[in-house]
């Protein structure tokens, strides 16, 4: 006869559970959990995660005082708890505080980085600065300037940084001069429509507050700033200035591109091309200055030091040699993230190797997902806005399910060295699987997140990498690091051009790979749902190891089935109400016009999960897709609703006789009757407008539903 289940679980929640009942099944849920309490640990970064995206997630900026009660709080409530029943004060602490200190660390970031930003388009008018960033792209020319003057906008209304686009036929300035540009001027953008990547919020957090775009050639006013020696900034600049002069010296192209990208960290001078080739064929993970870099920078340097040491017996025999190799590792690490700028997989990626260098120092096991949940902790603590970018999500992703696989096969793989492995031919045979299955391993945990962002999917990426990434690890990055060496002393060349035959095999196989047939799969946009839940599923079945884990399979499977409930606006409206975009009969786009927010429009057509550009709508309508047009003003019937189109060209607009829903107007005026009417100001000052259309009504969304409701907007 089978015997019930009997589950006891202590603290304030003590009972008994027996049966199947949803109840029983809920305590014997916990008492899995309970049982696994080495684990919890691990959901620090996680909760931590969940209170970061509440508070970007939020309408209103919150107070910091207020947050800071609220951390209080939790944190008066989790000592309580745990004085009494200690599992259900850290059960607490994870849960309640671990949040609450989320919010406080996204208030306090925000209000550090706290400085004007400029709204509406200016000038052309006068601006001057110091030029502390450059950037050589393919088409045009870059630079950053620090403490600017713009000569219509107020002091206390003028960013710290603007970033300038200059014209092609112009020369660049050396860092430190101040220089004199005569151009628009013009804010940050927002997301291209509500729930998009916002990219004002972004610039934000960069310190960046308005951008220029030069009409005539800079001046070089010649006046070198007293302090720019000094800066530390501004002398790592310099060298990265000084590291693409050497690599342009001996490549060229692509490669010269590819190279600096791996030395300095500045992708720019890559062609449009071999980028779109690179994301195409999954290989764009090799420019982001990541994991493997650091690993490769990290561990070259660690065998180079402890192989020299360990030439000196006597040093060797009486010095902890290891030691001072992980040192001098953790050292090289630290510099190579400053010089390619700290970006936020770079810092993720030192942090990592740091802590597993100081297991190392501490004679630990470095590889533990402990590990990846301090440096996790750490970044989300320093830069909680990296949450909301591609880059820290996938690459916390691919190491975290690294981990985690590489956790479970660790028994397998220990019985099989054990066994002797099969020779130089199982070594081969298991570097070669282990390459294949970390490939896999990564493509798959970031796919989601590279669809919920970039709507891409490289269905080829296994096949790049197995390519791209030895020649990586073992020609590119051993030759690059032996050019950083060679440097200082001039003889950099041969190793820089040595370095650049493995680019060039990179960018070939990038190429080949991309001009596949079906090399890329575009699929629409993934609702933030299905990306948490995801996430919390793969974290389930990755933390917990009884047979609880499975259930995080729920969460996995939840993430294709949100495909299903995308709806796509019906109407669309840039934030500078320059263009239109309407639903076609066949699920297409179509827009007013192609001469202004293009860049809009395609990221629309993106989102939408369509392969092809929008198409412009005729100028007399187009009666399948519901539109008719009569000089500015267009119909549109759609859903059992009617809206008037009114566009910005001059001339009068006859109202139509039937009754309106809805009017979009890209003029100041409405100028026909309709409930709802959207004007150019509310576009303006509301951002970007996404329209659903149902028979029972409109549901309007905006980027922007209360302006200058937080710091960014």
């Known amino acids: 006869m089978r015997q019930s289940t009997h589950i006891r679980i202590a603290g304030p929640w003590a009972w008994t559970g027996e049966g199947w009942s949803p109840l029983a099944l809920a305590r014997r849920l916990l008492g899995a959990l309970a049982a696994e309490q080495g684990q919890w640990l691990l959901w620090i970064p996680v909760t931590l995660s969940l209170g970061i995206g509440a508070y970007f997630a939020l309408p209103l900026e919150p107070p910091l005082w207020l947050v800071g009660v609220l951390a209080v709080a939790m944190l008066t409530l989790s000592l309580t708890l745990g004085l009494r029943w200690p599992l259900a004060g850290r059960l607490a602490a994870i849960l309640l505080l671990v949040p609450a200190l989320g919010l406080l660390a996204g208030a306090w970031r925000t209000a550090g980085m ?17 030029v502390v960033a450059l950037q050589k792209q393919e088409h045009d020319l870059r630079l950053q300037l620090a403490d600017p003057w713009i000569a219509v906008v107020p002091a206390a209304e003028t960013p710290k940084r603007l970033t300038v686009l200059l014209r092609p ?34 610039s934000y957090f960069q310190g960046i507050g308005g951008s220029v775009v030069a009409y005539v050639r800079l001046e070089r006013k010649g006046q070198a700033v007293a302090s720019a020696d000094g800066d530390w900034g501004l002398w790592l600049e310099r060298l990265r200035q000084a590291i693409a002069t050497k690599v342009e010296a001996r490549l060229q192209g692509g490669a010269a591109g590819l190279t600096t990208a791996l030395l ?21 993970h090799l420019i982001s200055i990541s994991g493997l870099h650091i690993g490769l920078v990290a561990g070259l340097v660690f065998l180079l030091v402890r192989g020299g040491l360990a030439l000196w017996p006597a040093l060797a025999l009486r010095h902890p040699i290891k030691k001072y190799a992980a040192v001098l590792a953790m050292a090289a690490a630290f510099f190579y993230m400053l010089m390619v700028g700290s970006p936020v997989p770079t810092l993720r990626s030192v942090l990592m190797t740091g802590i597993m260098l100081l297991a190392v120092l501490a004679d630990r096991n470095p590889f533990s997902l402990r590990v990846i949940a301090a440096a996790g902790v750490a970044v989300l603590l320093v830069v909680p806005d990296s949450l909301t970018g591609p880059s820290f999500q996938m690459s916390f992703a691919a190491v975290a399910a690294l981990i985690m696989v590489y956790d479970a096969l660790a028994p397998w793989l220990a019985r099989r060295r054990r066994e002797g492995g099969g020779g130089w031919v199982g070594k081969l045979a298991a570097y070669a699987g282990g390459l294949i299955l970390t490939s896999l391993v990564a493509s798959l945990a970031t796919t989601p997140y590279a669809v919920y962002n970039f709507q891409k999917v490289a269905n080829y990426g296994l096949l790049s990498n197995m390519i791209a990434v030895p020649l990586t690890s073992f020609w590119v ?29 990179i960018l070939w196989t990038a190429r080949l790979v991309a001009g596949l047939p079906g090399a890329t799969l575009t699929l629409p946009v993934m609702p933030l749902w ?4 995801f996430t919390l599923g793969g974290l389930w079945l990755g933390i917990w190891q009884g047979r609880v884990r499975w259930w995080g399979l729920v969460g996995i499977l939840l993430m294709p089935l949100s495909f299903l409930f995308f709806a796509p606006p019906d109407v669309r409206v840039d934030a500078d109400a320059g263009v239109i975009g309407i639903r076609a009969a066949d699920g297409g786009l179509l827009v007013s016009t192609r001469q202004r927010a293009r860049f809009d429009s395609n990221a629309w057509a993106l989102r939408d999960g369509l392969p092809d550009p929008p198409r412009r709508w005729p100028k007399s309508g187009s009666a399948k897709d519901g539109l008719t047009c009569d000089g500015a003003i267009c119909l549109y019937r759609a859903k059992g609703q009617v809206l008037a189109l009114i566009d910005d060209r001059e001339g009068a607009v006859t109202c139509p006789a039937e009754a309106l829903n809805a009017v979009i107007s890209l003029r100041e005026e409405a100028e026909c009757p309709a409930p709802l009417i ?36």
């Open 678 to 713: 959207i004007r150019r100001d509310d576009i303006v000052r509301r951002g970007a407008h996404a329209l659903h259309l149902s028979p029972s009504g409109i549901r309007v969304e905006a980027t922007r539903p209360h302006p200058g409701a937080r710091p960014w907007q």
């Open 114 to 130: 706290a400085a004007p930003m400029l709204d509406a388009a200016r000038g052309p008018t006068v601006v001057t600065g110091r």
């Open 530 to 533: 299905g990306l948490v839940a």
């Open 477 to 505: 990055m051993p030759c690059g690091l032996l050019a950083c060496l060679l440097m200082p002393l001039g003889l950099e060349g041969w190793a820089i051009s040595a370095m650049g035959w493995g680019v060039e095999g």
């Open 264 to 284: 300095n960290g500045d992708s720019s001078g890559i062609p449009d091309d071999d980028l779109a080739a690179m994301r195409v064929s999954g290989l764009q």
């Open 169 to 202: 036929d112009d020369m660049l300035p050396p860092l430190g001069e101040k220089v004199r540009i005569w151009g628009r001027v013009a804010g940050p953008g927002g997301p291209v429509e509500p729930d998009a990547f916002d990219f004002r919020r972004y």
